[in-house]
């Protein structure tokens, strides 16, 4: 794995495991600040707005701590370390959230352990994960991933995943008829270039779309690190945060 989990691993042990509890304690401290003067700004209460810690590349450890300072929500992006990593924290009372691109072939892990998937942007996935879902005897909430890019095309998927905002009822509609699956609402990540805020105006016209067809569909998952205060004030539910609570560990995570 990547620098940050060898120096923030277990094995830092004693005073360097009280140096990253301390560390973890203030970035969440500065996050809920931050979320708190956004809720505020937007109108809102900071209890609408729910917390996904991304752990990518970061050890147990870390996930440990983060149950420790009140967190139940954690994400990963990738199976490979997903799967084993909540498998060591069986043990919490966590809601796993897996957000990164998904294939289908990695479906069947994923409805083991995923409580929530937020990059659902096919009816073929859809399927596969209704059915490895349905063969674990789990329920799985799906939120349908949107590609806000400029260039996105209508039956395209983009390239960070996601189907064009024209295409989202029909991903929902096929969530929805997968007996093993709930469908939650809508994701999206925004574009790397342009005004987060506009993005993530679009997202919400498309969440309102899904939720006249399904009231219940209300979860709108945008905003990382970067652009939170943004996706707030456009109506997320959930922010996917990972570099504010962890510190760096790359592009494209949170």
Same mark, same amino acid.
């Given at each position: 794995?990547?620098?940050?989990?060898?120096?923030?691993?277990? +094995?830092?042990?004693?005073?360097?495991?009280? @140096?990253?509890?301390?560390?973890?304690?203030?970035?969440?401290?500065?996050?809920?600040?931050?979320?708190? @003067?956004?809720?505020?700004?937007?109108?809102?209460?900071?209890? +609408?707005?729910?917390?996904?810690?991304?752990?990518?590349?970061?050890?147990?450890?870390?996930?440990?701590?983060?149950?420790?300072?009140?967190?139940?929500?954690?994400?990963?992006?990738?199976?490979?370390?997903?799967?084993?990593?909540?498998?060591?924290?069986?043990?919490?009372?966590?809601?796993?959230?897996?957000?990164?691109?998904?294939?289908?072939?990695?479906?069947? #892990?994923?409805?083991?352990?995923?409580? =929530?998937?937020?990059?659902? $942007?096919?009816?073929?996935?859809?399927?596969?994960?209704?059915?490895?879902?349905?063969?674990?005897?789990?329920?799985?909430?799906?939120? =349908?991933?949107? $590609?806000?890019?400029?260039? #996105?095309?209508?039956?395209?998927?983009?390239?960070?995943?996601?189907?064009?905002?024209? $295409?989202?009822? @029909? =991903?929902?509609?096929?969530?929805?008829?997968? $007996?093993?699956?709930?469908?939650?609402?809508?994701?999206?990540?925004?574009?790397?270039?342009?005004?987060?805020? +506009?993005?993530?105006?679009?997202?919400?016209?498309?969440?309102?779309?899904?939720?006249?067809?399904?009231?219940?569909?209300?979860?709108? #998952?945008?905003?990382?690190?970067?652009?939170? +205060?943004?996706?707030?004030?456009?109506?997320?539910?959930?922010?996917? =945060?990972?570099?504010?609570?962890?510190?760096?560990?790359?592009?494209?995570?949170?």
């Amino acid at each position: 794995m990547e620098h940050a989990v060898t120096a923030a691993g277990p +094995e830092a042990g004693g005073a360097g495991a009280s @140096a990253r509890r301390e560390r973890i304690g203030a970035n969440l401290a500065a996050l809920r600040e931050r979320i708190g @003067a956004a809720c505020a700004a937007a109108g809102r209460g900071p209890e +609408e707005v729910t917390v996904v810690a991304v752990t990518k590349t970061f050890p147990a450890s870390d996930v440990r701590i983060l149950a420790e300072s009140g967190i139940t929500d954690v994400g990963e992006n990738r199976d490979q370390e997903a799967a084993p990593k909540a498998a060591e924290c069986a043990d919490l009372d966590l809601r796993w959230h897996f957000v990164g691109q998904l294939q289908t072939n990695k479906a069947r #892990s994923v409805a083991r352990y995923a409580d =929530v998937v937020h990059s659902l $942007d096919r009816a073929r996935l859809a399927s596969a994960l209704g059915r490895h879902a349905r063969a674990e005897g789990r329920e799985v909430a799906c939120l =349908v991933q949107v $590609d806000l890019d400029p260039g #996105s095309r209508a039956g395209v998927l983009g390239p960070r995943g996601g189907a064009d905002p024209r $295409d989202a009822l @029909a =991903v929902a509609d096929a969530v929805a008829a997968e $007996d093993g699956l709930v469908l939650g609402g809508v994701m999206a990540v925004a574009p790397r270039e342009g005004d987060p805020a +506009e993005a993530f105006a679009r997202l919400g016209a498309v969440a309102a779309e899904v939720r006249d067809r399904y009231p219940r569909a209300r979860t709108v #998952s945008a905003g990382m690190s970067g652009d939170l +205060e943004a996706a707030v004030h456009q109506g997320a539910t959930h922010l996917r =945060v990972g570099t504010a609570l962890l510190d760096d560990r790359g592009p494209n995570v949170g």
